[in-house]
């Protein structure tokens, strides 16, 4: 019988064992004018941390008829690909408008942080029968991952759930997938702000000299 976790093992829940030793090398910074930026850079450079995320991911997924693996610009393409690898299916990209040939694009939508942007999809990416997860390092609003379900369901595939390192909860992304139509699309995030809590600029072994947030958007 299917749990709330896709997979059993409990030390990969959310914000569990696997999850701090991951958020234990993942440092926030103040950037862009945000206080708390999280930076998975920490634990990209941390192999066992990096294989961790995956296999949390991989575990989570197997054997849950998922179909193809997408991954959400840009940050989606680090995590994503050796996710679809190792569930053996396909793997796209969902890219910023004007980035990607043959693609479809969806509406303009406002980004995490400031201003709007747009996504695409390689036309002929899904298909009716496609079941997919889509991938992305963090989930604040949610207002990217409802401009990428939006692209999904046009091509009339279905989203089983949104995968992200990172979750922001107070933002309540939920709700705005509820208000989008799409609250029968779970989030499932492996560490949310309440065990991220790795300050970047006091902490002496990670070298900041001369950062300085300047707090414009970029």
């Not at 008829?65 to 053996?88: C, H, I, N, Y």
């Not at 208000?179 to 809590?197: C, F, T």
């Amino acid at each position: 019988r299917r749990s709330d976790h896709m997979t059993s093992r409990s030390e990969y829940e959310a914000d569990g064992p696997v999850a701090k030793r991951i958020a234990s090398v993942t440092p926030y910074f103040p950037f862009k004018g945000i206080p708390r930026f999280y930076d998975i850079g920490g634990f990209l450079k941390d192999p066992e941390a990096f294989a961790l995320v995956i296999e949390v991911l991989v575990e989570r997924y197997k054997g849950q008829g998922v179909t193809k693996v997408g991954g959400v610009d840009a940050r989606g393409f680090v995590l994503g690909p050796p996710v679809a690898l190792a569930l053996k299916v396909p793997f796209f990209m969902l890219r910023k408008k004007g980035k990607m040939p043959n693609a479809e694009h969806g509406e303009s939508y406002a980004k995490e942080y400031a201003g709007d942007d747009a996504l695409g999809i390689p036309r002929g990416a899904l298909t009716e029968n496609d079941s997919v997860v889509l991938i992305d390092d963090l989930v604040a609003t949610g207002g990217t991952l409802v401009a990428a379900i939006d692209l999904v369901k046009r091509q009339k595939a279905k989203v089983a759930e949104c995968a992200c390192v990172v979750e922001i909860k107070f933002l309540d992304a939920r709700a705005n997938f509820a208000k989008n139509g799409h609250d029968d699309v779970p989030i499932w995030a492996l560490m949310s702000e309440d065990i991220l809590q790795l300050d970047g600029l006091n902490d002496p072994n990670i070298p900041t000299d001369g950062y300085v947030d300047d707090g414009a958007a970029h």
